[in-house]
Every structure is written in structure tokens, then in C-alpha cells.
């Protein structure tokens, strides 16, 4: 243990053998009647009940009300109940949401990107596909090869 750790430090546990961490040493909630114990419960109920929600309304929207919206908006809707589905769930379960703001910052700009890098390339490679389909030098071109093959 280093000299600067003081004596209620947990952080000579995480230098050297990560086996201490999943060994028992951290277990703080042997009691499974303990306020620790329940309050963790309660927060993994809430996750629950969360995600639960989000889901049925992504089942709901597509079962009974997708065919009723115009089909942009309910693929914006779609896509916002997944990205806030999935901003949870990291937030939640892969600890993000207890970083310091900078690490979020620093995980999710180049993530948000590298989404917008994709749409970018996509709707650029369908420009080129339409300008090349309904280019009238190129539309002859298959006119005539269509003509040709049924003589």
C-alpha cells in the first residue's frame, strides 16, 4: 500500500491483484437484510421498471400506431427510445453515469462521431447511386441493352 493512502482507502485494492476485488474482500453486503442490500435492490427494481417502460412503448408504437404516423417521424421516435435505451443502459450497467463529466465527455464525442461519420457516407454513397441510375447517358445505356437482349 502506498504512503499517501489513508487507512479507510480502498484503493490498494485496485493496484496489483484484481482477484481481492471479486474475492469476498468488497463483499459490504453479507446481510442481505442490511439498508445497503435493499437499497441496491431498489435501484436494480428501477432499472427494471425503466427499461421495461421504454420497451413497451417501442412494442406499442410499432404494433399499433406505426402504420398511423408518417414514417420519418416514427423512425425518429424509434431511433430516440433506442439511443435513450441504450444511454441507460451504459449509464447504468457499464458505470459511465458515475465518471467524472470529462471521461463521459471524452467516451461520447468520437461515439456520436463515429455515428455521424456512417449517416454521412451512407446518404452520400445513395446521392451517387441515384445521380447514377437516373443519369440519362446511363438510362439510354440500359434502355439499349434491354432493346438489344429481346432481339
Same mark, same amino acid.
Given at each position: 500500500?502506498? @504512503? ?9 485494492? !485496485?493496484?496489483? $491483484?484484481?482477484?481481492?476485488? !471479486?474475492?469476498?474482500?468488497? @463483499? ?13 435492490? =431498489?435501484?436494480?427494481? =428501477? ?16 404494433? !399499433? *400506431? ?5 414514417? @420519418? /417521424? ?5 431511433? @430516440?427510445?433506442?439511443?435513450? =435505451?441504450?444511454? !441507460?443502459?451504459?449509464?447504468? *450497467? ?18 456520436? /462521431? ?7 457516407? /451512407?446518404? $452520400?454513397? *445513395? ?25
Amino acid at each position: 500500500m502506498s @504512503a499517501h493512502h489513508g487507512s479507510d482507502s480502498i484503493q490498494h485494492l !485496485y493496484e496489483g $491483484d484484481q482477484s481481492k476485488l !471479486y474475492s469476498g474482500v468488497m @463483499a459490504h453486503h453479507s446481510d442481505i437484510n442490511s439498508s445497503e442490500s435493499k437499497q441496491q435492490v =431498489k435501484k436494480i427494481w =428501477k432499472v427494471f421498471w425503466i427499461l421495461l417502460v421504454i420497451t413497451l412503448v417501442e412494442v406499442m408504437l410499432g404494433m !399499433y *400506431f406505426s402504420h398511423a404516423m408518417p414514417k @420519418a /417521424l416514427i423512425n425518429f421516435v424509434f431511433l @430516440a427510445l433506442t439511443v435513450l =435505451k441504450a444511454g !441507460y443502459i451504459v449509464s447504468i *450497467f457499464m458505470h459511465l453515469g458515475d465518471e467524472f463529466r470529462g471521461f463521459i465527455v471524452t467516451v461520447l464525442v468520437p461515439l456520436f /462521431l463515429f455515428v455521424w461519420f456512417i449517416i454521412a457516407f /451512407l446518404a $452520400d454513397g *445513395f446521392f451517387w447511386l441515384r445521380m447514377n441510375n437516373s443519369s440519362p447517358s446511363r438510362g439510354d445505356t440500359v434502355k439499349e441493352q434491354v432493346q438489344h437482349a429481346k432481339k
